[in-house]
């Protein structure tokens, strides 16, 4: 399985972007797939998933009503529409897929088996 995250980049605060991560195969009809985010000096955290199965999505608290996880099976990609963003979303943002689907673990970084490399968002003041 491989993910190639993209669309990250520099955006003033209030602004917006959309992230795309791309997958081999069948990966994302086949798996749970996340997003994370990781500050400098700070730990990897979850931001938005996903189900494989009904397309249930989750996020974490400071994202809600801003950020929308969507998938396109037929182009196997996941996407991150980002809105309003404020300086501490900036962080490496990272997609994952996980094949366990599992509801109650779907937040952390231990269910998920593949990760792509990372893109950065930086949102300026």
């Known amino acids: 399985v491989q993910l190639q995250a993209s669309g990250g980049g520099l955006v003033q605060a ?54 929308i996880i969507s998938r396109d099976n037929t182009k196997n990609t996941v996407y991150l529409q980002m809105t309003s963003l404020k300086p501490e979303d900036t962080a490496v943002y990272y997609c994952a897929a996980g094949p366990r689907s599992i509801t109650s673990t779907i ?16 949102v300026s003041s």
Do not use: H, I
């Open 14 to 67: 209030g602004g917006s972007l959309r992230l795309s991560c791309a997958a081999s195969g069948r990966t994302v009809r086949s798996n749970d797939m996340g997003w994370f985010r990781q500050a400098p000096g700070k730990e990897r955290e979850f931001v938005a998933a996903v189900r494989r199965s009904g397309g249930s999505t989750y996020y974490t608290d400071s994202v809600k009503g801003r950020f």
């Open 107 to 122: 937040r952390l970084t231990s269910s998920y088996d593949y990760w792509g490399q990372g893109t950065q968002v930086t």
